[in-house]
């Protein structure tokens, strides 16, 4: 298991972490996801042996938000 936390531009209110939250549970090898629209993070562990960094920060991206450096 790995953890990232991902800086994430973007995020105005806890709708927008729940939209972001739900798009990566659905991603194989995502086991969790906490977005946090105040502090502009997303902290996702990874079962990295199905997923990868790069899937996340797509499947964010993809949701509307811009990934920065990680936290």
Do not use: F, P
């Not at 927008?16 to 086991?31: A, M, S």
């Not at 629209?37 to 996702?44: C, D, K, M």
């Amino acid at each position: 298991m790995e953890q990232l936390n991902l800086n994430v531009t973007g995020m105005t209110c806890t709708g927008c972490e729940n939209r972001i939250e739900r798009t990566l549970k659905d991603l194989d090898g995502v086991r969790h996801a906490n977005a946090d629209h105040e502090a502009g993070t997303v902290t996702v562990m990874l079962d990295e042996a199905q997923s990868d960094e790069s899937a996340v920060r797509a499947r964010i991206e993809q949701a509307g938000y811009e990934v920065g450096e990680a936290a």
